[in-house]
């Protein structure tokens, strides 16, 4: 059983700085594209960054220079860094990845969400 378990929300000021982790677990084989989505109350889930195997990554152009996507392929983690951040940022955050079980395809994976939420 493949599992995502996210870390590291909570609440901050605005201006202030969060640093989220996800570590994939269970029977994995490899895991190609990882990235954090967002949803805030009342809108559509959206992407946020990404970042293949490789260390190639993509920002939506609402966090570009403030929020930084990293990933430890060896401990099967990736990270968001968000500073600067802003009341439009409050959202629940949540991890996917596409990963390699037993099998010969590979399937999209969820976390279950972590709480971010900015004050003003």
């Known amino acids: 059983q493949v599992q995502l378990v996210e870390s590291g929300g909570g609440l901050v000021q605005a201006g202030g700085s969060l640093r989220l982790s996800c570590a994939a677990s269970g029977s994995i084989r490899s895991i190609s594209v990882m990235g954090w989505y967002r949803q805030a109350p009342g809108k559509q889930r959206e992407l946020v960054a990404d970042i293949t195997s490789g260390g190639r990554t993509n920002y939506a152009d609402s966090v570009k220079g403030r929020f930084t996507i990293s990933r430890d392929n060896a401990k099967k983690t990736i990270y968001l860094q968000m500073i600067s951040l802003k009341p439009e940022d409050t959202a629940v955050y949540y991890c996917?990845?596409?990963?390699?079980?037993?099998?010969?395809?590979?399937?999209?994976?969820w976390g279950q969400g972590t709480q971010v939420t900015v004050s003003s």
């Open positions: 996917n990845a596409d990963i390699r079980s037993d099998g010969p395809n590979f399937q999209n994976y």
